[in-house]
């Protein structure tokens, strides 16, 4: 999909299930801007309040193209904020304050997720909105939660609450150090998804009492959710990287890996069928589940792997698909990019650079579709302070001389 294709007229003609909701931004990074692109894009409008000359952090991510005024935008951003329209408002003044709490109520959701207690000594918390906007949802994104956390003061990124999970230490092993961020941001994604779901509860809530709701999403707490079975199966007696016999590996094709998860003596007996073993259902080495992992280095991947030696991971797994085991091969990133699933999915979005490489940065799609709701069409991320002028006049009718003096002042740029 590329940045502003037409989508169906029939499609826009239902419209998008959020269409009318508005959104009040002060965010930063990728937890928080991840949650809001994908209200936009179920269709929510969202006003992203930036610090002025720096902005958003993300913006200053690498790798980085460049925007028309020449400031650099991160990949990070690039990445999560599609769609929305960006002021530049210093907080730390109390105009400035003053301007978003003018602002707040002409929105249906105020989103934050700066440290926890920023806004509380900016006058921006959620008691200092709730009393200009009682109805207002608003949403904090945060390490440690506002509850009180005894790591309230520590700063989080997502590789440490993914670590403070306990994930990366069930699959540590030996004397190596722990994989860091094996999944990209499964911190912020996980955490976002989280935050767009108690945005959703929040809504409704507030059309069923007419009352708004603090919703407090900690970071820590989503990847707690998210790796469940650190604490779940260590409380059924297991310890480290000890899941339980299940059949959970990755073997060599001819051109790369591909990975095969079995967890039933009826999947165990398909696949050793498959690779030419179907005597091995009824080998008494194999008669638990646990036998199949005892003898997994000595027996079966010596056969999976020789069964696989002549076909590609992608016709391995096909192969085995075919008989009900669950298999997928090891894609490199330049084969994510030209697999024919995301293409029919629309799940790759074109962002044109503009700094005259010839190559468009890929930005993921809406993994949420809905039958009679357009994908798209997708707009570019907004430039620093782009739609200053134009949400403050069209929200509070600040006049140009207004706007002006607020600029010469250092309020707004």
Known sequence: MRLGDVVDPD???????????????????????????LLTRLGAEVVKVEAIGTGDQGRGS??????????????TFLRTNLNKRSICVDLK??????????????FDVVAENLRAGALDRLGLSYADVAAVHPAVVYLSVSGFGHSGSPYGDMPAFAPIVEAMSGIYEMKRTGDQPPVVAPVGALGDIGTALFGVIGVLAGLRHRDQTGRGTHVDVAMLDAMVSMTDIVTNLWSMGLRGGDVGP???????????????????????????????????????????????LDHLETVLRPAIEGWAAGMTSMEASRALGA?????????????????????????????PRTDGVDQPVLVPGNPVKMSGVAQGPETRVPWLGEHTDAVLAEELGLNADSLRTLRADGIVA
């Open 62 to 75: 690498l790798p980085a193209m460049t925007a028309p005024d020449g400031r650099p935008v991160g990949a």
């Open 93 to 106: 003044t109390d105009r400035g304050r003053r301007l978003v709490l003018d602002l707040a109520p002409r």
């Open 11 to 37: 499609d826009l003609a239902h419209g998008k299930p959020l269409d009318g909701v508005r959104v009040l931004a002060l965010e930063q990074m990728q937890a928080l801007p991840w949650a809001t692109q």
């Open 246 to 292: 299940l059949l959970m590996h990755g073997f060599r094709a001819s051109d790369g890996w591909f990975v095969v998860q079995v967890g039933r003596e009826h999947q165990f007996a398909r696949l050793v069928e498959a690779v030419g073993h179907p005597e091995w259902a009824h080998d008494s080495r194999f008669a638990t589940r646990q036998g199949w």
């Open 323 to 351: 008989v009900g085991v669950a298999s997928g091969p090891c894609l490199s990133d330049e084969q994510v990019v030209a697999d024919p699933h995301l293409a029919v999915r629309d799940m790759l979005v074109q962002v």
